[in-house]
């Protein structure tokens, strides 16, 4: 069925580096790709989220590229700092009039070492 | 502002009993959605509320249901418990959700389920 799914479920870095996790989306027609957090005993959080007209958007710290060719997602972190550590999920809403309907990939756990 | 609650945190129950789960959203929003999280499956989508009425529908069986108040409160009950219904149930709530813009969402800490 269609489902965004991730490349690799673990990922560990150093302090100071960047981080790029990845994600493979299989519905053509999702409008919205959004980036959770999930930190140990938490609810997700939101990070950022770009639309499907676009190809790249920046927050602070962090980055999404949007490759529609391929269906690809990826969130870049710049100078990934302790506190960054937890599960990064992708998801996707396909309709943007309904809000709740997100379909989740799987997760990368992200642990950064000092 | 307050973010979003759930109630109970944590629960244990039994198989072929019920749960109501309870979520409040953020003040002002009028969208909650409902979410199962398993390490197996991940995350996955139930229902979604707006205005009292049941907006979008996941794959799950019948005995999952919920339900929204007028002050936006949410409720889910699950029926004849299985052990395979053991998970982290997440609720989130938006603003507004029409238009075709998206609206973020915001995740409560969700209630641990566990059933034995």
């Known amino acids: 069925g269609e489902s965004v799914g991730l490349h690799l479920p673990t990922l560990s870095v150093q302090e100071g580096d960047n981080s790029i996790i990845n994600c493979a989306y299989s519905?053509?027609?999702?409008?919205?790709f959004i980036w959770y957090k999930q930190e140990s005993g938490k609810g997700p959080q939101f990070i950022i989220d770009?639309?499907?007209?676009?190809d790249k958007r920046q927050g602070q710290r962090v980055t999404v590229l949007l490759n529609k060719t391929v269906k690809h997602l990826s969130l870049q972190i710049a100078a990934t700092q302790p506190g960054d550590s937890a599960v990064y999920f992708c998801?996707?809403?396909?309709?943007?009039?309904?809000?709740?309907?997100?379909?989740f990939g799987k997760g990368t756990k992200l642990s950064v070492k000092p | 502002k307050a973010g979003v609650t759930q109630t109970p945190r944590y629960l244990i129950k039994t198989r072929g009993q019920q749960v109501t789960l309870s979520c409040s959203p953020i003040?002002?929003?009028?969208?909650v959605s409902w979410y199962q999280q398993t390490p197996g499956q991940g995350l996955q989508f139930l229902f979604e509320?707006?205005?009292?009425?049941?907006?979008n529908k996941g794959n799950f069986p019948g005995r999952f249901s919920g339900r929204q108040f007028s002050n936006s409160r949410s409720e889910m009950n699950v029926s004849t418990l299985e052990l395979g219904d053991s998970a982290l149930y997440l609720c989130?709530?938006?603003?507004?959700?029409?238009?075709?813009?998206?609206?973020?969402?915001?995740f409560g800490p969700g209630t641990r389920l566990t059933v034995l």
């Open positions: 770009i639309r499907s007209n676009m």
């Open positions: 003040s002002g929003h009028r969208s």
């Open positions: 998801a996707e809403n396909k309709d943007g009039g309904s809000q709740g309907n997100l379909i």
């Open positions: 519905n053509s027609a999702s409008d919205y």
């Open positions: 989130a709530s938006s603003l507004e959700g029409r238009g075709g813009q998206w609206d973020e969402q915001f």
């Open positions: 509320y707006f205005s009292e009425t049941q907006r």
